[in-house]
């Protein structure tokens, strides 16, 4: 099967040194390892397991016989992560509370950040979300969406102060699903800051793709990893943003998450925020695997072992560098990590790479840890993969809604104005977008 290019290949938006050509404003469909017609209604906490269909198609039990993230913290900058869920407990260290509002990193105002520390490492225990890297820790940051501004008073430089000071501790990954239509020098600054230290930063490219489509940050900066969202069919989803941002794409649509803050049952949602979360535990996995890479070579690994019928030099205005397949390196041994010392996302070197590896002890108090002032017309495996466990290119289309699992019920973009700026941030709606 072959699906036809409405134009050629374009230069695309420079991202650094690394992003060379953007393949049209397209994007590339596939089919992951293993393909699920349908999943089930009305998740709860009994059979949530059973509708998280990516962990067979990307070969988790394989994968987890190799590597499950132990030793790797990854940090949470989010709507704060309740510890005491039945898939939590003993995963979830010391955080901080960048809100500066009544409660701390543990009051999650919304499920939303719970989710996402469970995408990435929720044991299943008592029937709850099983992560990608069960083994690995989560260092929990709150920060604020709209509805939690409107109803607190808040910092209102609480993004930036919250990827400064998870820069600033052992975490070596940084997951963070909220997004702004707005860049900011203090937060483009503190990315910079999060890269010098050796973190590998990854955020959502937004959920409004049939939309405004607006350029998402912190995604969008050269210094972090935006990621898009896919379905079960390796279709990216048709409210997923895109554009030459886009770094990788991964399962999003149709996952489980908390349905509010209530913590008594899953609702079918999905999105660039869960996808962002299970980018994280992709990584979290290859790098427990490899503890001596830098950041910069666990990237470079997923960059190129990542799903793609097109030339390693172009990049998908949908799927960046391709769908993101950590088996490939974990259970192929395929993956070039390179110098350890330059980021495939800038193709500059990194003044503290090396600082990446560490330990997973918990972070300093608040206190000391606050900042300082597209596709080829191909339909077969990329070459020399075998069919069976490779993510395979197809259609140059996004979903246009005849397999929607459930997109309806992914993320939207909320509006809010707090002092003199204006911060839009990513939260998910439920209903009709």
Known sequence: MTAEMSHAPTRGRSRGARRRRLVGALAATAAWSACFSGLAPSAVA???????????AMQAEEMWKVSTGKGITVAV??????????????????????????????????????????????????????????????????????????????????????????????????????????????????AKYALSKGKLFFAAAGNDGDGANAVQYPAAYDEVVAVSSADNKGTVAKTSQHGGFVDLASPGVNVPDWCDKTFQSYCDSGGTSAATAIASASAALVWSAHPDWTANQVLRVLFDTAARDWADDETSAYLGHGLIRPSMNLLKHKGDPGDPDISPLTGKSTSASASGSGSTASPAPAGSASP??????????????????AVVAGSSEPDSGGNNLGLIACAVVAVVVVGAGAFYFLRRRRGAV
Do not use: C
Not at 46 to 56: C, E, F, R, T
Not at 122 to 133: E, I, M, P, Q, S
Not at 372 to 389: H, I, M, N, R
């Open 46 to 56: 009994q059979d949530v397991q059973a509708k998280q269909w990516y962990l067979d």
């Open 77 to 190: 900058i989010d709507t704060g992560v309740n510890p005491d869920t039945s898939s939590l407990r003993g995963q979830v260290l010391k955080g901080w509370d960048a809100t500066e509002a009544e409660g701390d990193e543990n009051d999650d105002y919304d499920g939303h950040g719970t989710t996402m520390a469970e995408l990435i490492a929720g044991t299943g225990n008592g029937g709850g979300l099983k992560g990608l890297a069960p083994d690995a820790k989560i260092i929990p940051y709150r920060i604020s969406d709209t509805e939690f501004q409107d109803n607190n008073h808040v910092n209102a430089h609480d993004s930036e102060d919250a990827i400064r000071a998870a820069a600033d501790t052992d975490a070596r990954i940084i997951s963070m699903s909220f997004g702004s239509d707005f860049p900011a020098d203090e937060e483009r600054e503190a």
């Open 372 to 389: 300082s002032a597209s596709a080829s017309a191909s339909s077969q495996p990329p070459q020399g993969e075998s069919g069976d466990d």
